[in-house]
């Protein structure tokens, strides 16, 4: 399989959580619509510190982030952001590293997206062609 890129909006949550609440206009919620690669192999996603600082994210914890060539390294893990991707939206939190914006598995999960090889896109899961659908078991 190919390099899979695809664009997502990513907001800031509290901004969207503040203009729900009257509190910011909606004019300032703060968001970007970025090239991100598909990361298929990795559980979270990634983001730059420098798009973390357009978005007005924090920083607000560490974890233990364990790379391709097996080493192991604390992290910081970002605020929840709200990621839209091909009319599918869900929040998470990303790790905090690099300079690319790395979409993982959580974000596929919750968006039920899935990688097409043969056109090296992502697809909505075809089971559920309305929307993604969370199994509760």
Same mark, same amino acid.
């Given at each position: $399989?190919?390099?899979?890129? *695809? %664009?997502?909006?990513? +907001?800031? /949550? @509290?901004?969207? /959580?503040?203009?729900?609440?009257?509190?910011?206009?909606?004019? %300032?919620?703060?968001?970007?619509?970025?090239?991100? $690669?598909?990361? +298929?192999? @990795? &559980?979270?996603? !990634?983001?730059? $510190?420098?798009?973390?600082?357009?978005?007005?994210?924090?920083?607000? *914890? =560490?974890?233990?982030? =364990?790379? @391709?060539?097996?080493?192991?390294?604390?992290?910081?893990?970002?605020? #929840?952001?709200?990621?839209?991707?091909?009319?599918?939206?869900?929040?998470? =939190?990303?790790? &905090?590293?690099?300079? =690319?914006?790395?979409?993982?598995?959580?974000?596929?999960?919750?968006?039920?997206?899935?990688?097409?090889?043969? *056109?090296?896109?992502? !697809?909505?899961? #075809?089971?559920? #062609?309305?929307? #993604?659908?969370?199994?509760?078991?």
């Amino acid at each position: $399989m190919g390099e899979v890129r *695809t %664009q997502v909006k990513l +907001t800031n /949550a @509290a901004d969207l /959580a503040n203009s729900s609440a009257g509190i910011i206009n909606e004019n %300032q919620i703060r968001s970007l619509v970025i090239d991100a $690669m598909v990361d +298929t192999g @990795a &559980v979270r996603s !990634v983001i730059p $510190m420098s798009i973390l600082e357009k978005l007005g994210v924090n920083i607000y *914890t =560490e974890k233990t982030a =364990e790379f @391709a060539n097996g080493s192991k390294e604390k992290v910081g893990v970002c605020e #929840p952001i709200y990621f839209e991707i091909e009319n599918r939206d869900t929040f998470d =939190e990303a790790f &905090v590293l690099g300079d =690319e914006v790395l979409i993982g598995q959580t974000v596929l999960e919750k968006l039920d997206l899935l990688v097409d090889c043969n *056109t090296q896109t992502l !697809v909505g899961n #075809p089971k559920h #062609p309305e929307g #993604p659908v969370s199994k509760i078991k």
